[in-house]
């Protein structure tokens, strides 16, 4: 081997160099490349999580505000209920849009959430219960919404733990 070597002349020193240089450089950014491609997947999964907590903190609240308008409107059947059958009929029908519109998000909802997690579970239990039955929220709003804020808070939290690049942009109140 070392005749091979101490036969070289000075130019094929240079293409040995060059060559090693080359393939060492090749390996090195294919290591970058790899490195870049991987943090950008993270960052594009960071992305579609936040999108995913933002629109579980959307639904959620136009799952209240469908709430408190079907017990508005269900304050209005009772009102009209005898004295305007067609005003009662008219609430009656925004009664179950709203309905509707509830077990729309709440489904929603169910399906962003992990429901093996206990409070997870409780979230959608009471919400559930909201939607079938009629009750007032205003006795239980502060309940629901420290239970959602908690499961929207965990997953912000893992998504930090995750990701700590992809601190949050907005500031919420």
């Known amino acids: 081997m070392m005749t091979i070597f101490s036969n070289m002349q000075t130019s094929e020193w240079v293409t040995l160099c060059l060559g090693i240089a080359a393939f060492g450089t090749a390996i090195w950014s ?18 579609f999580r ?28 009772d009102v009209f209920a005898k004295k305007n059958v067609q005003l009662a009929r008219e ?3 925004k009664y179950m849009q709203f309905t509707e519109e509830m077990q729309r998000h709440r489904s929603y909802i169910r399906l962003c959430l992990n429901l093996k ?13 909201y939607t079938k039955e009629k009750l007032d929220l205003a006795s239980r709003d502060p309940e629901l919404h420290e239970l959602a804020q ?19 942009t907005t500031k919420t109140k």
């Open 50 to 77: 936040k999108e995913w907590i933002e629109n579980l903190r959307t639904h959620f609240a136009e799952f209240v505000a469908a709430t408190y308008s079907r017990a508005a409107a269900q304050r209005r059947i």
């Open 91 to 93: 609430w009656r029908e």
């Open 30 to 47: 294919n290591v970058i490349a790899h490195r870049a491609l991987r943090t950008s997947g993270e960052q594009k999964l960071a992305e």
């Open 117 to 129: 997690e206990k409070a997870h579970e409780t979230l959608i239990e009471m919400m559930e219960k």
């Open 150 to 168: 908690a499961a929207i808070k965990k997953e912000w939290d893992e998504l930090k733990s995750k990701f700590p690049s992809s601190k949050r």
